[in-house]
């Protein structure tokens, strides 16, 4: 007999989420560097591709430079992931409800996605803010400048001197949006292409379907979350004067990856959950 999800521990699949997506980050965090230093290089570009980037970076900080600002990034999961699986399957399964015959709608899965992620990116918005500032560290080193912050928590402490509170939730709306974006592109798109194999293909509910799904499923997250997350990284990281950004005012203003993560989260994420007699998401 399959375990019943809704007698599931909520604090166990929690933990599951974390996990995953701990060595989801781990194992594609150097991209996520490359992407964040790429990104900012408006005013200042030394750097014209991935590859060259990733060399720079190697010879100028070695190649634990690559991995800087992985703290934060896994202390954000802890909140982000968790929160958006956690808030995702709630409402999937006690708010909208699946079919009778186990699908859940599009129309149903859009929405769902989109609120579970801004929400949880909300939460988790200052460890973001900590980890985009951390990745450029080397790069301002670099370039002859003085590193802002000594670690992570010398970041979030520097962060509340400059802006208290409400500083540390410093691009929250361009930030929220992306999540939302991606989160339709990831959770909505994963649990569609899933559903959509099993019902209409002979294939199980195993590593092969979990892959071949998360690759849709990474695909149209990037696609949907890259021009937010552009905007959310510019703003993160620029400086503040009197409360005010010096480059960017507003998402608007400014705007004027990911496969590689969702790949690596739905597979060790399905088959943790199966180890843990959960079954499948």
């Known amino acids: ?22 060595v989801a980050e781990t194992v594609t965090f150097p991209l996520d560097l490359l992407k964040t230093r790429l990104q900012v290089q408006e005013h200042h570009r030394p750097y014209k591709g991935m590859l060259q980037t990733a060399i720079g970076i190697v010879r100028d900080e070695g190649v634990l430079g690559l991995w800087k600002g992985l ?18 399957e709630v409402i999937r399964d006690d708010v909208f409800g699946k079919n009778p015959d186990g699908v859940y709608p599009l129309w149903k899965a859009i929405p769902t996605g989109m609120l579970a992620g801004a929400l949880a990116q909300f939460l ?33 402490r520097s962060i509340l001197r400059e802006g208290g509170i409400v500083g540390l939730w410093k691009g929250w709306a361009p930030n929220c949006q992306r999540a939302a974006l991606v989160c339709l592109g990831d959770l909505t798109t994963y649990d569609a292409a899933k559903q959509t194999i099993l019902h209409y293909t ?7 379907t979990h892959a071949l799904a998360s690759v849709f499923s990474g695909l149209v997250s990037a696609i949907l979350g890259t021009p937010a997350d552009v905007v959310k990284t510019r703003i993160m990281n620029q400086l503040y004067k ?40």
């Open 1 to 22: 007999m399959p375990p019943s999800k809704h007698n599931d521990p909520f604090v166990l699949k929690y933990c599951l989420t974390v996990a995953a997506a701990s």
């Open 71 to 88: 703290s934060p990034g896994l202390l954000r999961h802890v909140v982000y992931s968790g929160c958006r699986m956690s808030f995702y």
């Open 124 to 156: 988790a918005s200052p460890t973001d803010l900590v980890k985009v500032r951390l990745q450029m560290e080397g790069q301002r080193v670099h370039e002859g400048l003085e590193p802002r912050y000594r670690g992570t928590r010398d970041a979030f």
């Open 202 to 208: 002979r294939r199980k509910d195993d590593a092969g």
């Open 242 to 281: 009197d409360g005010h950004g010096v480059h960017y005012t507003s998402s608007w203003d400014c705007l004027t990856k990911t496969a590689p993560w969702s790949l690596t989260f739905w597979l060790v994420y399905e088959e943790i959950r199966v180890l843990a007699g959960i079954g499948n998401f």
